[in-house]
């Protein structure tokens, strides 16, 4: 069994405080930080930004990141921090925040365009620290070795995995994540249920990764409807955050699996939200994987419902019932997918072998179609 390391781990509602000693313990004085607009708009990034300036820490500010941030965006992130001569990376916002704070914490003694970073461990030397700052509730990339770029002229998305851009430090705080408008709290809920869905039914699941995922089940599954129908519900924004992070250290350890191969070429080539995405292909896949692995969705649906009297097709309803009660989309055509794309998506999610050898099902491309035409009208 192999373990990913993990960063220093802050959980709550003042939990952003912690920025400071973290980076006063490094002697960090000259910061790159890495946002969207909508996160300054909000007033989130101000918090930050009233800490550190307080504190007399120099701040260079980069609030251009764009939702799946293409690999021409990230290159102008790591130009500006290797001009700058930072001593720390603070990523803040969702997972494009924080994936494009990763990559320019790397790009610092790395030398090199960032598509040479594609791929498993190309990159040769450490990353200059990173905070990861999550304001949603989903990609739990605040705790994995992965950042997901969009190759633009490939409409692909690829991943950069490696340790070296693990952050250093994540702050879950759930005071910045009430003000998530409610279909993200919905697509990135559903997003991190299914990193713990996936992490506990992959060929690499784990001694490790199996509670991990089973207990994000069990957090997620009781508090996606509040987070969802009240945002300013703290017990539950918290409760999310904290599913969110172990379902991402799960599935850094025991990787994802055929939904997020088929949600790819959605995000890559139609720009579906990466969250929606999975939510629509789910259900799917989890009634293709299941054949051979009854014992495991019995188990998740124990988790999802708190009761014993379930079986493995449990499950499957309860994500199908999750759904409906979030207002996701129900099926690609809702999505506005044309239905003659079928065979490319099929051969799109086919190259995405890197996940699919996690599968606990094999998949062939003539199952591919046919899990794609199930997700179509359904
Ligand atoms: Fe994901």
């Known amino acids: 069994m192999r373990i990913i390391p993990i960063p220093e781990i802050y959980v709550g509602s003042t939990a952003l405080n912690e ?79 924080i994936d494009s704070a990763k990559v320019a914490a790397a790009s610092i003694g790395n030398e090199g365009d960032i598509d040479k970073y594609i791929g498993i461990d190309q990159l040769k030397k450490d990353s200059i ?4 700052i999550p304001t949603t509730a989903g990609t739990g990339s605040e705790v994995t070795p992965i950042a997901i770029l969009s190759d633009e002229k490939e409409h692909l998305k690829k ?12 702050i879950l705080d759930p005071t910045l994540t009430v003000g998530m408008p409610q279909h993200i709290t919905a697509f990135t809920g559903m997003d991190a249920l299914t990193h713990a869905i996936e992490a506990y039914t992959s060929v690499n699941a784990s001694d490790y990764s ?23 519900d703290i017990k539950a924004r918290e409760a999310m955050l904290k599913g969110s992070l172990l379902a991402g250290i799960a599935f850094a350890n025991a990787g994802v699996t055929a939904v997020h191969a088929f949600a790819y070429p959605l995000g890559g080539t139609y720009h579906i939200p990466h969250g929606l995405a999975n ?18 969705f019995t188990d998740l649906a124990r988790c999802m419902l708190d009761k014993e009297d379930v079986n493995a097709q449990s499950a499957v309803a309860f994500v199908n019932k999750l759904s409906s009660d979030l207002n996701i989309p129900r099926n690609l055509a809702e999505l506005e997918i044309p239905g003659e794309v079928i065979s490319d998506l099929a051969e799109g999610a086919m190259k995405v072998t890197r996940l699919l050898a996690n599968n606990p099902r094999k998949i062939e491309l003539e199952d ?3 899990i794609y035409t199930a997700a179509y009208k359904r």
């Open 368 to 370: 591919a179609k046919k």
């Open 19 to 97: 920025v400071l000693p973290f980076l006063d313990r490094l002697s960090a004085e000259k910061l790159l930080v890495v946002t969207d607009k909508g996160i300054v708009k909000a007033g989130i990034y101000e918090n930050l930004e009233n800490i550190l300036s307080t504190a007399g820490k120099t701040i260079i500010l980069f609030d251009g990141v764009q939702p799946d941030p293409s690999i021409t965006l990230v290159s102008e992130v790591t130009d500006l921090a290797r001009k700058a001569d930072i001593d720390a990376v603070i990523g803040i916002g969702g997972g494009s925040s």
């Open 279 to 296: 939510s629509v292909m789910l259900p799917v896949v989890m009634e293709y994987n299941m054949v051979g692995s009854e014992d495991k």
């Open 210 to 232: 199996d509670p991990l995922a089973l207990r994000a089940v069990t957090l997620i599954s009781n508090n996606i409807r509040k987070a969802y129908k009240n945002g300013t």
């Open 129 to 132: 620290p990173m905070i990861a």
């Open 159 to 170: 991943g950069i995995v490696s340790n070296k851009i693990i952050p250093k430090c994540a």
